[in-house]
């Protein structure tokens, strides 16, 4: 009598789909997404896609953001979200569009993240807490120098940053903390210096990978 043999088969689980975020940022300036394609590398979860354009002001990158958005058919059910990053430089001109820009994000549900006066202060705050005044992009990346001597925009520098993630978080969520201290009734997108880059960052539950 031949015994029946049941064979044992592995199923293997489901690989969970990657939630999409979609990107906009502003002009020819390729540091935010050089950061972001380095940072997707380290996580499984989300993929991000850019919004196409080379606009410098905020309302023309949230409805780029958004057309992109409408085009790979992004939805929040899924997990998915847009995300528009841009820099105010400390420009009063920029505050206005901000507020402009901040109506339409809102009504989309894309998130705003802001850098005062530019994206570098992020970069920074993973080797110094400083709430030192910055007067442009161009004297906080002299001091940024002080640690990276040979940064310039468009160069990946992920790999010097990353060890440092948990610094930079800390030392951005206690700037916001001292702005929130000695705004008065300044909004804090337009303290300087100031960056919202590390609330993404959260949002990717990138922390424990630091």
């Known amino acids: 009598m031949v015994k029946s043999i049941k064979k044992v088969v592995k199923v293997s689980p489901t690989r969970e789909r990657r939630k999409i975020i979609i990107v906009g940022t502003e002009g020819n300036n390729k540091t935010e997404e050089i950061y972001l394609r380095s940072l997707e590398k380290k996580q499984s979860r989300y993929h991000f896609i850019f919004a196409d354009g080379n606009d410098t002001d905020a309302v023309n990158i949230v409805n780029n953001t958004i ?5 790979e058919g992004i939805s929040n059910r899924n997990g998915d979200f ?8 400390i420009e009063k001109s920029k505050e206005k569009l901000y507020l402009k820009a901040k109506v339409i994000a809102d009504s989309k549900n894309v998130m705003l993240i802001t850098s005062n006066p530019c994206f570098e202060i992020w970069f920074l705050e993973h080797f110094c807490f400083t709430t030192k005044p910055f007067n442009g992009s161009s004297n906080l990346i002299k001091e ?17 940053l990353y060890p440092r993630l948990k610094v930079a978080l800390v030392n951005c969520e206690r700037l916001d903390k001292h702005h929130l201290a000695n705004r008065g009734d300044r909004q804090l997108q337009f303290c300087n210096p100031q ?3 590390y609330k993404l960052v959260k949002l990717l539950s990138l922390t424990r990978l630091g």
């Open 144 to 160: 940024l120098k002080k640690y990276i001597p040979d940064y310039s925009k468009n160069l990946s520098v992920f790999d010097v």
């Open 67 to 71: 057309k992109k958005a409408r085009t």
């Open 82 to 89: 847009a995300v528009s990053i841009f820099d105010l430089d």
């Open 195 to 197: 960056t919202e880059v």
